[in-house]
């Protein structure tokens, strides 16, 4: 028996998200379809976390185990034969014996693209977000100050999630704006410990708020003294945010 | 009563084409429905030409007739109101009288996209052709060559299609190869004053099989004397496909 790591990237658009469930298509189904094909066995494939409908991922780990000798290079390539074209497999690595794609991650790093002015490209309509006039980065930039370091995200939890603790550590929180094809893009970077069911979706909704001058930067304090969902912006929609990269202690070579 | 032109843009991925038909969604049908909603009209909006399924256009051509008095700008703003987010109303211009979309065309530019090498990048599985190897650029731009000019392109019409006359002018047929974000790209740009049915794609299917060394540059010659589409090489799949500009007279303003 041999313990795995996976690196996968998927488009979102087109399934239910990661978990599998009764109705509609999801990321983890395919990947589990795939790997029977590839290999005669039925395996259960654990991501670091479960992704929404419609979110993307670059860098989605999963983790399983295996009876197959098949090599990981060629792993690699069976499974992308099988797969549709939305998801990829990017790396197929030998894992420490037990090694658990969820309660081994010790950080994970998020992106959410959002286009902003009086046009958005359509060719971007599935993968960003369109706030249809223009954003103050700097007064952005200055709440995403205030929310790196270690807090009580419970403002930012959606509402009725349940989970041990709400403090998480942000290590960086970036916004950089860039102008591609005549269009303005902006893109919100957020690598922390963990982060909390819809926490990145409501930070980037609360940022936007910021930015549109509707309030100061010092509003995102605010809201964390509250503790309370009801306090802080609107939640960014899925099609923006993308899983970049999770990271684990016995994978450092990567980074 | 006013003569319009509109110029429109869509991702062709979640249409059977261009053109109204019974079943399945269209680009035309969403737009009409748009006119309809924004002036109360029941418009019959034409187009340079009809894209199939999957196709995109950057730039296609609309012509239009109305009794709205709604001004361009408005008209624009409104149309992008009520069209779904993967097609966009580019532009409303005021046209000269019996202005027609197809009769009056000039000259359209195309543009396939293609991706080659070991792996591909997801987030261009619906907007480029995978061709999973290297391509010999040098060779499809020797082949290229032999196109450009007035010819005969009986062989790179769909079998079936019925036209008065199947001689054309390529005025323009480019290959460059670019890296983006570790992949790399080809984008096959053709200039012409019209193109029969399937043509863009027949031209880029046997460029393929040359670049890939299958065939010699002098091939398309050869295809060009026999004037049967069983001589060319196969059709390269619609999502690659781009209308990225359609010319008229009327207009020589945005050249």
Not at 40 to 67: K, N, P, Y
Not at 123 to 142: K, N
Not at 227 to 245: C, E, I, K, Q, W
């Amino acid at each position: 028996m041999r313990f795995l790591k996976l690196t996968i990237a998927y488009h979102g658009g087109n399934y239910a998200g990661w978990q599998i469930q009764p109705n509609g298509n999801t990321v983890q189904a395919e990947l589990e379809s795939a790997w029977t094909q590839v290999t005669g066995e039925q395996a259960r494939i654990v991501a670091s976390g479960r992704t929404d409908a419609g979110v993307h991922a670059l860098g989605q780990v999963c983790s399983l185990t295996t009876s197959s000798s098949l090599d990981t290079q060629t792993l690699c390539r069976a499974l992308n034969a099988k797969l549709p074209d939305d998801i990829r497999t990017l790396n197929v690595q030998t894992a420490p014996v037990n090694f658990h794609a969820i309660r081994d991650s010790i950080a994970k790093t998020y992106r959410y693209q959002i286009q902003t002015g009086a046009t958005f490209d359509l060719f971007q309509h599935d993968r960003c977000w369109f706030v249809p006039r223009s954003l103050e980065i700097l007064e952005m930039t200055e709440a995403a100050g205030h929310l790196v370091g270690k807090h009580d995200f419970a403002s930012f939890q959606a509402s009725g999630a349940v989970t041990k603790t709400t403090v998480r550590t942000i290590y960086r929180l970036d916004i950089r704006q860039t102008n591609e094809r005549e269009f303005n893009n902006i893109a919100i970077t957020i690598r922390g410990d963990g982060f909390l069911y819809n926490m990145v979706r409501n930070i980037v909704g609360t940022l936007v708020e910021i930015g549109k001058g509707k309030r100061q930067p010092s509003w995102v304090l605010s809201i964390m003294e509250k503790n309370d969902r009801n306090f802080a912006g609107p939640t960014a929609p899925a099609h923006g945010l993308y899983l970049v990269d999770v990271e684990y202690e016995a994978f450092d070579d990567n980074r």
